[in-house]
């Protein structure tokens, strides 16, 4: 069921990026220039969020500003071979990035992007979207709640494990905020990617995992074989109205989400970044827009680029701080 809710996903927005009516290129100027074309790049595989998004956000670009759009899955290095692309790309609003949350904290996990600064050597154009996270259990287990849970855990420690989709992912700084909370110390298992965690969670191979809601629910819901003990928000899901909040379930104050963005490379002149970001904001404030997101159980962001930048250092300093808890070492 996951599988079917991505694929659901790349359909509704798939459909909303389909030209309609394509506007008449701009005459010859300083940006955009008749005949140019715009890259997206995404530096993850197709078909994963951040991909869908970027390719709205591309299509959006085409419609407005008569640009011919491509978007290209740079995949490699745990997305710093897609993000160097950009990074060292001419700064001249041809080239952008379609990334996540994992942009902001590269340098925190990865040895090979010690040299990297997400915020001198890109410039945000602005946030697309957010999905909150949610936090499972194999069904195959008798505990039901978080607090029984959290005390099976304290009693028998060895018998727990938590997955992680991969390090430096929003689940992953979620998990080591969770096991603060509860005051636990279980293993932590890395994985590649949401699905095989998933799978191994409702195999019974590992306990617990926290990843954005719109990977983990639809399995969730099903509830044969994966249990969702609270979703990380301040206020439940209207598309899952049984699953309480974590503050509900017994963990009050742990709110956390994934979210998605547009970058383009450092010393993009500043009119056009001011149109992209413009455009940004326009799009994910569209109420079509806004309706298929929101199915998909991802709340579009339509927000100025200052409140952009002051969020993502506010997460590189949450990150920094959790990262250092557990005395993580980037690899």
Known sequence: MAIQRRTFLITSLATLAAPAVVGAARAQGAWPQRGRTLKMIVPWPPGAANDA?????????????????????????AGLVGTRAVVQADPDGYTLL????????MPLVLKSAADFNPETDLEVLGRTAVAPLVCVMSASLPQKTLPEVIAAAKAEPAKWNFAISSNGSAGHLATIDFL??????????????TQPALQDIMGGNVQLLIDPSFALLPAALDGTRVRALGIATKERSVLAPNVPTMAEAGMPGFEFQSWYGIWAPKNLPAPIADQISALIRETMAEPEVVQRLRTTLIEPVSEPREATRAFIRSEIVRATELLKLVNFQPS
Request: no cysteine; glycine share 12%.
């Open 98 to 105: 379609a990334s996540a949350f994992n942009t902001a904290v």
């Open 53 to 77: 998004l970027g390719r709205l956000i591309a299509e959006r670009m085409q419609q407005k500003f008569g640009l011919s759009a491509v978007t290209e899955n740079r995949v490699g290095g």
């Open 180 to 193: 603060r909370r509860a005051g636990i110390t279980i293993q932590m298992v890395p994985y590649r990617g």
